[in-house]
């Protein structure tokens, strides 16, 4: 059921609060606006799949006060839990995400797909995947891919949560999803003031660089007013090859795409001659080094951890990553005591031992 209207909404919401259980998971427009919002919300409750329309101009409250208090099951939540969290504020309970609990299981292939083919012989279409799913009406092909991301979520979580208890490591999945709660239900600072540093920018001269941030404004204006996502407007690679040519006063003209209107071809090139046209002391500076030299003493500490954690992943048949990755055995082997309350208890424990 598509719940597109308040009376529907009413009529669900007492049974959403007196559920068992909940899987849940969203869709967005990611791949076709500026900026992506939430487009669709599965719910699954015992008896019961629906698909709440945030679009249809519904006051969802009611949803986010019956969850309240209950255990969430999602698939790779972080993405989800920011979305809700960004658009309603949502702060789960908790939350059991069975892609952590694959992991934590030392499953290799652990997106849902594989999950439920695996267990459960399920083979689902994902051919919607990349589907537009702000446009309405939802294709009957769209509401079968979007309901069945959320219809197997519990006795999948049920499943891998029995396992998880057979070798000890429910606690090591609470605590994960513990963790995925504060991290994705944090207030946003925002894209961080260097987000205009693209991939390939590092090879860049200063005079580049300028018209590099400020193509990549543009670009970022460029996508709100069209609601298109920027690498509709102009590729990551496309802005590094015009600021490098531009600051070397090479022409750029085969690399503004054709279809652009004589509008944004003009605007893009203004863009461009203002950048070139800064003053010294306006232009920005490559990004200074941030690494450190190590110590001999951090190299032999660093060379231990990895070593007990590559033994411990081996003995557990877990990837080492999960344990700790190698930036956070590098800070480690700086200064464990600064460093080690960033781990998980159980992480700390296997480093420890």
């Not at 699954?44 to 099951?73: C, F, N, Q, R, Y």
């Not at 090859?241 to 279809?259: C, G, K, M, N, Q």
Request: proline share 6%.
């Amino acid at each position: 059921m598509v719940i597109d209207t308040t009376a529907k909404l009413n009529g669900f919401a007492p049974r959403l609060r007196d559920a068992a259980w909940v899987g849940l998971d969203t869709e967005a427009d990611s791949l076709h606006a500026f900026p992506e919002k939430v487009c669709l919300i599965q719910i699954s409750i015992p008896g019961e799949d629906v698909l709440l329309d945030p679009l249809a101009g519904t006051d969802l409250t009611a949803v986010w006060a019956a969850l309240m208090g209950k255990e969430i099951v999602l698939h790779g939540a972080d993405y989800d839990l920011r979305m809700l969290y960004r658009t309603y504020r949502f702060v789960p309970t908790r939350v059991f995400d069975t892609m952590v609990a694959a992991r934590l299981l030392g499953i290799a292939r652990f997106g849902l797909t594989d999950l439920l083919a695996r267990f459960f012989g399920v083979r689902l279409d994902k051919a919607p995947q990349k589907a537009n799913w702000a446009r309405r009406p939802l294709t009957d092909r769209m509401i079968a891919y979007a309901l069945n991301d959320s219809r197997y979520l519990h006795p999948l979580a049920e499943m891998l949560g029995r396992q998880l208890a057979d070798k000890g490591r429910d606690d090591w999945h609470r605590q994960a999803c513990e963790q995925l709660i504060r991290d994705c239900t944090r207030p946003s600072a925002g894209p961080p003031a260097d987000a205009w540093r693209v991939k390939g920018s590092h090879r860049l001269g200063r005079r580049a660089l300028a018209v590099l941030r400020s193509l990549h404004q543009w670009r970022e204006r460029e996508a709100i007013a069209s609601n298109r996502p920027p690498f509709f407007i102009l590729g990551h690679d496309a802005l590094v090859t015009i600021a490098e040519r531009a600051a070397a006063h090479h022409s750029y003209d085969l690399f503004v795409p054709a279809r652009f209107s004589q509008r944004r071809s003009y605007a893009l090139r203004e863009v461009v001659a203002q950048a070139m046209a800064l003053g010294e002391s306006d232009v920005p500076h490559p990004p200074c080094p941030q690494g450190r030299r190590q110590t001999m003493a951090e190299r032999h500490r660093l060379s231990r951890l990895r070593h007990r954690r590559d033994r411990q992943a081996a003995e557990l048949g877990l990837e080492p990553a999960l344990i700790a990755s190698r930036s956070m055995l590098v800070s480690l082997a700086h200064n464990w005591e600064a460093n080690a309350a960033q781990l998980l208890p159980w992480q700390r424990e296997l480093l420890s031992g």
